[in-house]
T-cell receptor, first 116, second 113 residues
Framework: GAVVSQHPSWVICKSGTSVKIECRSL??????MFWYRQFPKQSLMLMAT?????????EQGVEKDKFLINHASLTLSTLTVTSAHPEDSSFYIC????????????FGPGTRLTVL | AQSVSQHNHHVILSEAASLELGCNYS??????LFWYVQYPGQHLQLLLK??????LVKGIKGFEAEFIKSKFSFNLRKPSVQWSDTAEYFC???????????FGTGTRLLVSP
């Protein structure tokens, strides 16, 4: 149980284009989803917290206009990297908590983004 | 602000050796503590968690961790590692509101057969 998927698993795009990453909870409803970024050989850094039906809460230093987050349903959150640049290349990971049980986050497999 | 330190960045062990990975956190209030594992090519999986009660927590695959409040520590242990334990291990902490999970930098464990 508590499976989270991400799509795509990897993407390569040109500088200046936008990329959308999907995060789905497959077997549970997730009122809250989180988006992380992981740099090579470093830890996960929380980018934003997304609650279904409301605006995402971004961490300090994360550009909300660049990293657009939409959490339109209890099973889907999307992260759109707008006008991507090479420095946005990274591993993006989402997680979700089960509705009504907020104490544990379940993680997706991650999306490797490479911006040329 | 909360922070988590994992002092061992790389650990190499032979099979059957005992394992202890250090984790220290910095936070003045009540915390909830987690250990996650990331096997090569896989996503983060929960190993164990501590919220309250018995400070010695048992998790999956024979892992355990001990919460020592006075030392702000939550070290992960396993008496006898296997080759399949080769992975990266992350300690994480959140406050009682479970609002923000703060991760340590991770420890890469390599178990040689």
């Amino acid at each position: 149980g508590a499976v989270v998927s991400q799509h795509p698993s990897w993407v390569i795009c040109k500088s200046g284009t936008s990329v959308k990453i999907e995060c789905r909870s497959l077997d549970f409803q997730a009122t809250t989803m989180f988006w992380y970024r992981q740099f090579p050989k470093q830890s996960l850094m929380l980018m934003a917290t997304s609650n279904e039906g409301s605006k995402a809460t971004y961490e300090q230093g994360v550009e909300k206009d660049k990293f657009l987050i939409n959490h339109a349903s209890l099973t889907l959150s999307t992260l759109t990297v707008t006008s991507a640049h090479p420095e946005d290349s990274s591993f993006y990971i989402c997680s979700a908590t089960v509705a009504g049980v907020a104490d544990t986050q379940y993680f997706g497999p991650g999306t490797r983004l490479t911006v040329l | 602000a909360q922070s988590v330190s994992q002092h061992n960045h790389h650990v190499i062990l032979s099979e059957a050796a005992s394992l202890e990975l250090g984790c220290n956190y910095s936070y003045g209030g009540t915390v909830n503590l987690f250990w996650y594992v990331q096997y090569p090519g896989q996503h983060l999986q929960l190993l164990l968690k501590y919220f309250s009660g018995d400070p010695l927590v048992k998790g999956i695959k024979g892992f355990e961790a001990e919460f020592i409040k006075s030392k702000f520590s939550f070290n992960l242990r396993k008496p006898s590692v296997q080759w399949s334990d080769t992975a990266e291990y992350f300690c994480a902490v959140t406050n009682t509101g479970f609002q923000k999970l703060v991760f340590g930098t991770g420890t890469r464990l390599l178990v040689s057969p």
